[in-house]
C-alpha cells in the first residue's frame, strides 16, 4: 500500500491484514512481549507485506518521546562496523525507532562523557554502546536505557563470541585431510585477543597431528604481512599456510604467483572474514564467516526489549563463526561436508 501514488500503511491497516487489534500491533512494536509466536509471525509479515514504517514524529507528540535510539561505537578500530551497523539497526526500525550513529574517538572516559550527555539531552529514548560503559551508566536513567555489549574492548576490539578460535582446528583438520602434512601461520596484531586465540588454537591443532608448523609469522592484519610470509615459503611438500584474515591471505597468493609457485597445488591459503570480494579471486579463498550482523541483531534486541520492561532471556548467539572451503585449499577430499 505504500509504493508509487499509494498512501502510506497506517498501523490500522497492519492490524487489519494480521487480524489482530492495532493495539496488537502497537505493542508488538514497542517490544513489550507476551504476544503469542503465531500473532507476532502474523504482524512481522503484514509489516513486511504493507512496507509499513512508524510515524516517529507523530508517535514523539503524542508521547512526548523522541522515538530514537543511538548505537555507539569506539572510533575507527572497531572490525567490520558496517555489518554490525547494519544488524543492529535493522532491529531498532523494526521496533519503530529511528537510529543515530556516533563513533567516540579517544579513551573510555571520553565516550563516557559523551553517553551522559546524550541521557541527559533526552534526544533518545535507548543507547547501545559496543564498547564498555561504566556500570553507573548502565541501567535506565531518566526514562533512557544504556546497555553496552561485553564483545568489545575500550579500543573496539573483538573479546566475545567473535574472537572464538575454533573454526582453526576444523581447517586444520580438513587441511590434513587433504594431504598437507607442512603448516604455518601468520598472526593478526597480537594485541587482539583473536589473534592470539587463533595462534594458541593453530598451535595445539597442528600438535594433534604430529606436525611441527614450518613457522608462525607475527604479522598486523595487513597485506605487507602476506608479502613478507610468502617468502618464508621454502621448498619441499606442499605447505598450508594459515592467514589472519582475506587480506593478508589475498597478498600472499600474489606474492606467490610473482615467485611462480602455484595455489593449491604447492602452498594452500586460508583467510578470515569472507570479504565480499574473497569469493572472485582466483583463486577463490577458503574462508571464515563471521556474523556481525547476528551480534549487532542480538545486542539490539536486548536494548530494545530492556525499554519496553521485558528484558531478553535467550542467551549470546552462538555458532556465529563457519568456515567457507573454496579453492585455495585445493580439492573437496576429505571435507567434513562434502556430499556424499
Do not use: C
Not at 555507539?72 to 539497526?89: E, F, I, Q, T
Not at 521485558?310 to 577430499?333: A, F, K, N, Y
Amino acid at each position: 500500500m505504500s509504493g508509487e501514488g499509494r498512501r502510506p500503511a497506517t498501523i490500522h491497516d497492519v492490524a487489519t491484514r494480521a487480524a489482530v487489534s492495532h493495539q496488537t500491533v502497537s505493542r508488538y512494536l514497542r517490544f513489550n512481549g507476551g504476544l503469542k509466536p503465531a500473532t507476532s509471525e502474523r504482524i512481522a509479515a503484514a509489516i513486511q507485506e504493507l512496507d509499513y514504517r512508524p510515524n516517529l514524529v507523530a508517535r514523539s507528540m503524542r508521547t512526548r518521546r523522541s522515538g530514537r535510539v543511538a548505537l555507539v561505537l569506539a572510533g575507527s578500530g572497531v572490525h567490520n562496523p558496517g555489518r554490525l551497523l547494519a544488524g543492529a539497526s535493522q532491529v531498532v526500525q523494526d521496533a519503530g525507532y529511528a537510529v543515530e550513529i556516533l563513533t567516540v574517538d579517544g579513551e573510555g572516559e571520553v565516550r563516557a562523557e559523551r553517553v551522559r550527555e546524550l541521557v541527559g539531552s533526552g534526544a533518545v529514548e535507548g543507547v547501545l554502546s559496543f564498547a564498555p560503559l561504566p556500570s553507573d551508566l548502565l541501567g535506565s536513567h531518566r526514562g533512557v536505557t544504556v546497555l553496552a555489549s561485553s564483545d568489545y574492548d575500550d579500543a573496539g576490539r573483538v573479546i566475545g563470541a567473535l574472537a572464538d578460535s575454533s573454526p582453526v582446528v576444523e581447517l586444520v583438520d580438513g587441511l590434513v585431510d587433504r594431504g598437507f602434512r607442512r603448516f604455518a601461520h601468520i598472526t593478526g596484531d597480537l594485541a587482539y585477543a583473536s589473534a592470539r586465540a587463533r595462534r594458541t588454537a593453530f598451535e595445539a591443532a597442528v600438535g594433534a597431528h604430529g606436525i611441527r608448523p614450518d613457522f608462525v609469522h607475527i604479522g598486523d592484519w595487513s597485506a605487507a604481512s602476506g608479502e613478507v610470509a610468502a617468502e618464508l615459503v621454502a621448498e619441499g611438500e606442499p605447505i598450508a599456510v594459515l592467514a589472519a584474515n582475506d587480506v593478508v591471505a589475498a597478498a600472499m597468493v600474489r606474492a606467490l604467483a610473482r615467485r611462480g609457485i602455484p595455489v593449491p597445488e604447492r602452498v594452500a591459503v586460508t583467510g578470515w572474514d569472507d570479504l565480499p570480494l574473497s569469493g572472485l579471486l582466483f583463486p577463490s579463498l577458503t574462508t571464515v564467516q563471521s556474523d556481525f550482523d547476528v551480534l549487532g541483531a542480538h545486542e539490539a534486541r536486548r536494548l530494545v526489549a530492556a525499554m519496553s520492561g521485558t528484558p531478553l532471556d535467550d542467551g549470546p548467539p552462538q555458532g556465529m563463526q563457519r568456515v567457507i572451503w573454496r579453492e585455495s585449499t585445493g580439492p573437496d577430499v576429505g571435507r567434513p561436508d562434502r556430499p556424499e
